[in-house]
């Protein structure tokens, strides 16, 4: 079984449409974390919930809006796709407590995101 | 702000011998921790090792090991015995202890050659 499962794992499509990637994570932890990863391969954080509750909003544009209908699940959504927005988007969670150093991130394997 | 530097952008290493990926960080937060994850061409992100700001060791998983030098902020990882499935791009990442997300370096490619 996956740990950390997004779906799906490529997604190819038109500037201007609104598309969404699902983010499931099996390990019973109650934070989750939508990174994103650029061309030249280089990781930043996004959006992170604990317990449903938003805890992390970057500087992203309001086209991306975060979803977390329970613990274990963190959706995202992206309105009027732009060509920038092309790039490898990655769900992680963690068993995230504050005052903890040891704080894994288990991350899903990516969706790759092309805008044309 | 956490900053996290990572010099070398690829390394070639020969298989079966030892490499030393190097990191180092920037904080202010007495209480950090420090990750290094792999990231093979298939594009997963893969968790290797952790070591805690406060820990009195070395941290190791199997042929993983961190060399932590805390005075110079330096997190530098050691694949020890390298193997063809080693060839990859390495990333070091910190968290401070009340932050949440992690910030990650540039990242290194290994290729391990035969």
């Known amino acids: 079984d996956t740990a950390v499962s997004q779906t799906p794992k490529y997604l190819v499509t038109q500037m201007g449409n609104d598309k969404s990637i699902k983010c499931e994570q099996n390990?019973?932890?109650?934070?989750m974390y939508w990174y994103k990863q650029d061309s030249k391969k280089f990781l930043k954080i996004m959006f992170s919930?604990?317990?449903?509750?938003?805890?992390i909003n970057e500087t992203v544009p309001n086209r991306f809006s975060p979803k977390s209908p329970d613990k274990a699940h963190l959706n995202l959504h992206i309105n009027s796709l732009e060509l920038g927005d092309s790039a490898v988007y990655f769900c992680?969670?963690?068993?995230?407590?504050?005052?903890?150093?040891?704080?894994?991130?288990?991350f899903g394997a990516g969706t790759r995101l092309s805008v044309l | 702000a956490q900053k996290i530097t990572q010099t070398q952008p690829g390394m070639f290493v020969q298989e079966k011998e030892a490499v030393t990926l190097d990191c180092t960080y920037d904080?202010?937060?007495?209480?950090?921790?420090l990750f290094w994850y792999k990231q093979p061409s298939s594009g997963e992100m893969i968790f290797l090792i952790y070591?805690?700001?406060?820990?009195?060791q070395n941290a190791t998983e199997g042929r993983y090991s961190l060399n932590f030098q805390k005075a110079r902020k330096s997190a530098n990882l050691v694949i020890s015995a390298s193997q063809l499935g080693d060839s990859a791009m390495y990333f070091c990442?910190?968290?401070?202890?009340?932050?949440?997300?992690?910030?990650f370096g540039a990242g290194t490619t290994v290729t391990v050659r035969a």
């Open positions: 390990l019973g932890h109650d934070t």
């Open positions: 992680a969670s963690s068993q995230g407590v504050a005052g903890l150093a040891k704080n894994i991130q288990y």
């Open positions: 904080t202010s937060d007495p209480s950090y921790g």
């Open positions: 919930y604990n317990n449903k509750e938003l805890i």
């Open positions: 070591q805690g700001s406060y820990d009195q």
């Open positions: 990442a910190m968290r401070d202890k009340d932050d949440y997300k992690l910030s």
